[in-house]
Structures are given as structure tokens and as C-alpha cells.
């Protein structure tokens, strides 16, 4: 099946700092998603992102399908922005099903 | 809209009890899933519908049964509860049939522990 890898596994970042968070995939893909899981458990939609570049206040995503790879940005960041995010693919002709990534947690020091 | 809602939030089963997660979506969405997460780990799933009377196994369906009799509800069944099915479980939705994007949402958990 597809394989999704997440780096940097783990960011400490000070209030304010921006960050880069990166998910590479195996194989061609229809859907890839981002989630931010809270420190609740709840995971939260970010980006529907399978081609080209999104923006949502201090956040963005860009999906660059060719070359099998996403990113996402954080600015600015804020205590709020602490938990993991999850990157999840649906390779083609994979039914809809998502295949996750195991995350990158971040954690964002006042 | 709800959403997508589950129940109960927590349970303690002891080894061998059998139980039912619930969830339902009020989207009308055609497809629904499934999920696991153990501590440190991304979700993985176990099974997934694409429709009321079809379901099939995802990743790891070992130890689990689902039905899907309606569009809304789609409960997952735990029958010899084990150890090893401590976890926190996730149901999602997606697809509305016609649209072209495909984008699932999910419910807020259910955290299990197996004693």
C-alpha cells in the first residue's frame, strides 16, 4: 500500500516562530488531507489539499502532486497551535480510504 | 448540522465483555469509516461502507464487526473484548455522491480501555 512519512517527527518552537511541516507519499494520490489533533484528542480538518496551495489565516498548505510531497506552514505561532499534525492520504483507485501518516508533534512555548 | 457524533466518550471493558460503539452522521454522507489510534501513532483503518448494506475490512479488522442498515448509523462491535483493543476509536464521513472532492470528517472519539 502507500506510504506516508511526516518530518520532523517532533518541533519545539518559541510563541511567535513560524515552522515548515513536511509529508511525503509513495504513490500518486486523489485526496490528501492535513488534521490537527488537539491536546483533547479532537482532530480537526485543516486543508483538503490534493494539488496546489491553500491558505487559512496563519496557515497554509501546498500539495505538489508530481513530485509526491506536501507542506504545511504555520506563522506566527501560537500556544493554541501545540498537538500533532496528522498528514493522510487516499492513493488512486484506493476506494477513498485513507492511509495516515504517524505525525509531527509540535509544541509551541509561550 | 452535528456532524459526525459518537457515544460513549470513554468505556472500560473488562477482558472477554462485548460492546457496540455508536455513530452517526447527519450529512448524508454516502461513505463512512472505521479508525484506531494507539498512543503515539496515526489512525488506521479497520473497516469502512460505502453505502447502507456494504462494508469491507480496511487495514486491521481483526476482532471487529460493523453493520450498515441506514445512511446515518454505522456502530462498530467489539464481541471478545482483548488487551490489545485498547485504543481510541475514530468514526469519519465523506462523499456526497456527484461532487468532485472527497474530503472525510470525523467524530470527536471514543477512548477504550481493555482491563
Known amino acids: 500500500g502507500i506510504q506516508v512519512e511526516q518530518s520532523p517527527p517532533d518541533l519545539i518552537l518559541q510563541e511567535g516562530a513560524n515552522s515548515t511541516l513536511r509529508c511525503n507519499f509513495s504513490?500518486?494520490?486523489?485526496?490528501l488531507q492535513w488534521f490537527h489533533q488537539n491536546p483533547w484528542g479532537q482532530l480537526i480538518n485543516l486543508f483538503y489539499?490534493?494539488?496546489g496551495t491553500k491558505q487559512n489565516g496563519r496557515l497554509s498548505a501546498t500539495t505538489v502532486a508530481t513530485e509526491r510531497y506536501s507542506l504545511l506552514y504555520i506563522s506566527s505561532s501560537q500556544t493554541t497551535d501545540s498537538g500533532v499534525y496528522f498528514c493522510a492520504v487516499e492513493a488512486n483507485f484506493g476506494n477513498e480510504k485513507l492511509t495516515f501518516g504517524t505525525g509531527t508533534r509540535l509544541t509551541i512555548i509561550p | 448540522n452535528a456532524g459526525v457524533t459518537q457515544t460513549p466518550k470513554f468505556r472500560i471493558l473488562k477482558i472477554g465483555q462485548s460492546m457496540t460503539l455508536q455513530c452517526t452522521q447527519d450529512m448524508n454522507h454516502n461513505y463512512m469509516y472505521w479508525y484506531r489510534q494507539d498512543p503515539g501513532m496515526g489512525l488506521k483503518l479497520i473497516y469502512y461502507?460505502?453505502?447502507?448494506?456494504?462494508?469491507d475490512k480496511g487495514e486491521v479488522p481483526n476482532g471487529y464487526n460493523v453493520s450498515r442498515s441506514t445512511t446515518e448509523d454505522f456502530p462498530l462491535r467489539l464481541e471478545l473484548a482483548a488487551p490489545s483493543q485498547t485504543s481510541v476509536y475514530f468514526c469519519?464521513?465523506?462523499?456526497?455522491?456527484?461532487?468532485?472532492?472527497?474530503?472525510?470528517?470525523f467524530g470527536p472519539g471514543t477512548r477504550l480501555t481493555v482491563l
Open positions: 469519519a464521513s465523506s462523499y456526497l455522491r456527484g461532487l468532485p472532492y472527497n474530503e472525510q470528517f
Open positions: 461502507s460505502v453505502g447502507a448494506g456494504i462494508t
Open positions: 489539499i490534493p494539488s
Open positions: 504513490d500518486s494520490v486523489n485526496n
